[in-house]
């Protein structure tokens, strides 16, 4: 899930300044299932980040949120680097990296994964990234009862992403392969965002990939 944005962050005036972390632990059961039946390569995000044939490209996660995405990703073989500049978010992914790092079973996928702490908007010119993901807090649903739970609090910790297509151009303008959205299948584009070279769609989530080089 997304990069979360926190009291201070460009575009986000106003927001309370609750501290709570979200819970993020890399060695769960979940994240192991997904590992193992989750498709390979064969997935979406996989196919979406450029996986195919072989290739396994250096991918920034520009809006790392939970992380899972960016874990994902690094169990299939992938440098990522992630990027999260919410505080009670990057400190949670740190611990949850930490923990991982001493855990057998997911220690070398911690070992591909890099966290960094602030707008990815500014970090991203200086990493002249490969591949950018960006997934940023979608827009909100009709029905909360659609929303997962967590998800839903992390909304409520961190605000809405006003800045998102800002974000993407900027990555747009130095990516040197891709550029990466995930977004609800059925929303548009953010505004002033150009159409993307193709897009792999899926139930509830699609992928826009913006083709560069």
């Given at each position: 899930?997304?990069?979360?944005?926190?009291?201070?962050?460009?575009?986000?005036?106003?927001?309370?300044?609750?501290?709570?972390?979200?819970?993020?632990?890399?060695?769960?059961?979940?994240?192991?299932?997904?590992?193992?039946?989750?498709?390979?390569r064969?997935?979406s995000?996989?196919?979406?980040?450029?996986?195919?044939?072989?290739?396994?490209?250096?991918?920034?996660?520009a809006?790392?949120?939970?992380?899972?995405?960016?874990?994902?990703?690094?169990?299939l073989?992938?440098?990522?680097?992630?990027?999260?500049?919410?505080?009670?978010?990057?400190?949670?992914?740190?611990?949850?990296?930490?923990?991982?790092?001493?855990?057998?079973?997911?220690?070398?996928?911690?070992?591909?994964?890099?966290?960094?702490?602030?707008?990815?908007?500014?970090?991203?010119?200086?990493?002249?990234?490969?591949v950018?993901?960006?997934?940023?807090?979608?827009?909100?649903?009709?029905?909360?009862?659609?929303?997962?739970?967590?998800?839903?609090?992390?909304?409520?910790?961190?605000?809405?992403?006003?800045?998102?297509?800002?974000?993407?151009?900027?990555?747009l303008?130095?990516a040197?392969?891709?550029?990466?959205?995930?977004?609800?299948?059925?929303?548009?584009?953010?505004?002033?965002?150009?159409?993307?070279?193709?897009?792999?769609?899926?139930?509830?989530?699609?992928?826009?990939?913006?083709?560069?080089?």
């Open positions: 899930m997304r990069g979360c944005f926190f009291v201070g962050a460009p575009g986000r005036p106003g927001h309370n300044t609750a501290m709570d972390r979200p819970d993020i632990d890399f060695t769960s059961s979940a994240l192991a299932h997904r590992r193992r039946f989750g498709g390979g064969g997935q995000l996989a196919r979406a980040v450029g996986m195919k044939g072989g290739a396994t490209p250096q991918v920034v996660d809006t790392a949120g939970l992380g899972r995405d960016a874990f994902v990703l690094a169990s073989g992938a440098q990522v680097t992630l990027i999260e500049r919410a505080a009670p978010v990057h400190a949670a992914l740190a611990q949850a990296l930490e923990k991982a790092l001493a855990h057998p079973d997911t220690h070398d996928i911690a070992a591909r994964m890099t966290l960094l702490k602030g707008d990815a908007r500014a970090l991203l010119p200086e990493l002249s990234p490969e950018v993901l960006i997934d940023p807090m979608h827009p909100p649903r009709r029905s909360k009862a659609l929303v997962k739970q967590e998800m839903r609090a992390l909304r409520e910790l961190v605000g809405d992403d006003p800045d998102a297509a800002d974000l993407l151009r900027v990555a303008g130095c040197r392969r891709r550029v990466v959205l995930k977004w609800p299948r059925k929303a548009p584009l953010p505004e002033g965002v150009p159409r993307p070279s193709h897009q792999i769609i899926g139930k509830s989530t699609r992928y826009d990939v913006f083709m560069l080089g």
